[in-house]
């Protein structure tokens, strides 16, 4: 993992508001909160984050996940910042039923037209989709502001009290979630986060092309809605960066990630799964040792099966 920042902070919540327009007087940032978050050197903080620090996402109601940056990409942009043209601030909004068009929130002055100026800026765009942990609504808002270092912070990036938070978590009964990340941070840590699989082009059409091999099913568990399904690659997307023929199954959103980390595998000999020792003391999935898949394999997803086996399984 990357070492901390100058105030020794490694864990983020950050705000994410799908679908947001305007934020702070500019038009927002098309956040994907499952897989990757956006922001600019406008924005206090952007320079403290790196790869290898825990990212928790939230919509100001409640959290919505948690995971480890993998990665950090940045490029130079032009951004158009809006401003109030009696006290210069950006603390304005363009409203849908008033006139005037824009009230600023910080000297309540209205108004139909901004200052508008256009600044350079350096955009970041993060990505953590290989060990995202679905959280949505375990915490809400009030306490997630209060596991912040100061509760009264309201930028999009707050430093997080990351023992508070776990415990919050512990609390909550999400034990093999926090154990999940921990396991994810380890891979980062020891250079390996090219065996991790990411959110990618064509994630979309690969995952519509398995639903209609197999239908409404997880390879592990059996039938089960289509919202809860992802298109797992039976190897590393990263190195290949190819959707191969019989190279997928669909998976439940949580043991897919445990599947990339290793912690379920399935023996290519048997078809039956094998479940890791760090998961030792969680029924439900170790109720799946031993269990054959509910789908048919192929020839081809049995090679890819060998491959993962023999990474993440030590010979008898």
């Known amino acids: ?13 950050a705000l994410a508001v799908s679908g947001r327009t305007q934020h702070g007087g500019n038009d927002g940032y098309s956040d994907v909160p499952e897989a990757s978050y956006r922001w ?45 043209p009696k006290c210069n601030l950006a603390g304005i909004k363009a409203r849908t039923s008033k006139q005037p068009l824009y009230k600023c929130y910080k000297c309540g002055w209205e108004f139909n037209k901004p ?24 915490l809400l808002g009030p306490q ?9 912070d309201q930028h999009s990036f707050r430093p997080l009290v990351w023992p508070a938070f776990i415990k919050a978590l512990n609390d909550k009964g999400y ?41 409404s099913v997880c390879a592990f568990t059996g039938k089960a809605p289509r919202e809860a399904l992802e298109a797992c690659h039976l190897y590393s997307y ?29 023996n290519p000999a048997s078809k039956e799964i094998s479940i890791s020792e760090e998961l030792a003391d969680y029924a439900h999935y170790q109720d799946l040792e031993g269990t054959e898949l509910k ?22």
């Open 144 to 152: 997630l502001r209060s596991l912040c270092r100061s509760s009264d």
């Open 40 to 84: 600019d050197s406008t924005v206090p903080n952007h320079g403290s984050v790196h790869v290898g620090h825990r990212i928790v996402i939230w919509n100001k109601l409640s959290v919505l996940g948690m995971s480890v940056i993998d990665s950090i990409a940045t490029q130079e942009a032009t951004k158009l910042l809006k401003k109030c």
């Open 295 to 316: 789908v048919v394999l192929s020839k081809r997803h049995l090679k890819w099966l060998e491959k993962h086996w023999a990474e993440h399984r030590k010979p008898n």
């Open 1 to 13: 993992m990357s070492g901390e920042d100058v105030a020794g902070v490694n864990s983020w919540l």
């Open 238 to 266: 990263a190195k290949d960066a190819a959707h191969h023929d019989d190279g997928g199954l669909l998976i439940r959103r949580d043991l897919h990630t445990m599947f990339d980390l290793g912690m379920i595998a399935v």
């Open 175 to 215: 034990r093999v979630e926090i154990d999940m990340l921990v396991k994810t941070e380890s891979l980062i840590k020891g250079g390996h986060k090219n065996r991790l699989v990411r959110v990618r082009v064509g994630q979309g059409q690969f995952r519509q092309k398995l639903l209609d091999q197999f239908g």
């Open 115 to 138: 200052f508008v100026k256009k600044v350079q800026v350096l955009q970041y765009e993060s990505h953590y989709a290989a060990g995202w942990i679905d959280l949505k609504g375990v």
